[in-house]
C-alpha cells in the first residue's frame, strides 16, 4: 500500500504492518499506542495460540513423560499441561522450534529440526493471511479505530508472494530499518542469549556445511546446539537486511530504529510514519 502523507494522516482506520529484525522495537512500539484505539495483532502470539498451540504441547508433554513421577499422573488423567503464551511471553513457541544438535546437550536431529522448522513455516504464513480477518473482527466486534500487525522477525524469509500482496493490499508496511551501529548491539545481545530461530532451509542447509567444515564435525548430532546458534546468528542478520528492505521498497516504507526510540506515543508514532511517506514518496 502507497500513499501521501496526508491520505495517511486522513486515513480513519489506519492499519499497518511493522517489519524488522527481532530486537529493533517492533512489540515496544506497538505497546506505546493506547491499547483502547489500536488493535495489537502479534503474528508469533498467532502462530503460538492457532497454529502450532497441538505441537508445543505435545512437545511439552513428551518432555514431562520422560519424569516417572509426572508420566503416572499424565497417564491417569491425574494432571493436564496447558500453555500460557502471551504477547509478551512467547517461550512455548521457543522451545518447540528448539536448536539442532547434540540430544544430550538439548539439541534436535536435523530431520527433526526440519520438520519443527517447516510446521513454523506454515504457521507464519497462515498468521499473516489471518490479517485481513483480524483488521475486520478488530473494528466489528472490539470497535478499534486501528490495527498494527506486529510482524515476526522471519516474515521476510517465507518467500511467499501471496503474505507479501495479501499484506501491502491491507496494510501500510512500515519497515524498521536498524542503522550499523546497532547491529553489533543486536548481535551481541543474542550471542549472549542465543534463542532458537526460523531458517529459511537453503539458508540453513548452506550454513550447516560450513559450519561442519570448520569444526571438523561429520554429523549434526555432535554439534554444540548454542555454538551454532552463536555462530549462525550474525549470518542470518546479514541476510534478512536486504530481504527486508526489497520488501519496503517495493510494497511500503522505510523507518530508522533511532528514530523508532524516540517515539513516546501515538501522535509521535503517527508523526514518523507521515515523515517517512513524505521523505519517500
Not at 502507497?2 to 524488522?20: C, E, G, H, N, V
Not at 513428551?62 to 500453555?83: E, G, T, W
Not at 532451509?201 to 561429520?218: C, I, Q, V
Request: hydrophobic fraction near 40%.
Amino acid at each position: 500500500m502507497k500513499m501521501t502523507p496526508q491520505q495517511f494522516l486522513d486515513w480513519p482506520s489506519k492499519r499497518i504492518t511493522l517489519l524488522a529484525m527481532s530486537g529493533a522495537g517492533k512489540t515496544t512500539l506497538a505497546n506505546k499506542l493506547p491499547k483502547a484505539n489500536w488493535f495489537h495483532y502479534s503474528g508469533d502470539y498467532r502462530i503460538g495460540t492457532k497454529y502450532l498451540g497441538e505441537p508445543i504441547l505435545d512437545n511439552i508433554k513428551r518432555q514431562a513423560m520422560q519424569v516417572p513421577f509426572l508420566r503416572k499422573l499424565l497417564l491417569s488423567d491425574s494432571i493436564s499441561i496447558n500453555n500460557n503464551i502471551t504477547v509478551d511471553n512467547l517461550a512455548p513457541v521457543s522451545t518447540f522450534l528448539s536448536k539442532l544438535g547434540n540430544a544430550e546437550l538439548g539439541g534436535l536431529s536435523l530431520s527433526e529440526f526440519k520438520r519443527r522448522q517447516k510446521l513454523h513455516h506454515q504457521a507464519e504464513i497462515a498468521a499473516m493471511l489471518d490479517v485481513p480477518e483480524f483488521i475486520h473482527k478488530a473494528e466489528d466486534i472490539y470497535g478499534y479505530h486501528h490495527f498494527i500487525n506486529d510482524a515476526g522477525g522471519s516474515v521476510c524469509e517465507l518467500d511467499s508472494q501471496e503474505v507479501l500482496d495479501t499484506l501491502a493490499q491491507e496494510t501500510l508496511i512500515i519497515y524498521i530499518k536498524i542503522p550499523p551501529e546497532l547491529e553489533q548491539t543486536i548481535i551481541q545481545r543474542a550471542k549472549s542469549d542465543p534463542k532458537p530461530l526460523y531458517y529459511r532451509e537453503a539458508f540453513l542447509d548452506d550454513k550447516l556445511a560450513e559450519f561442519m567444515r570448520l569444526k571438523n564435525l561429520t554429523s549434526a548430532n555432535d554439534i554444540t546446539p548454542d555454538e551454532f546458534v552463536t555462530w549462525i546468528f550474525p549470518e542470518l542478520f546479514k541476510s534478512r537486511l536486504p530481504r527486508y528492505q526489497a520488501i519496503a521498497d517495493q510494497y511500503g516504507y522505510t523507518v530508522d530504529a533511532n528514530a523508532v526510540a524516540k517515539v513516546n506515543n501515538e501522535q509521535d508514532f503517527i508523526q514518523l510514519i507521515a515523515d517517512a511517506l513524505g521523505k519517500q514518496s
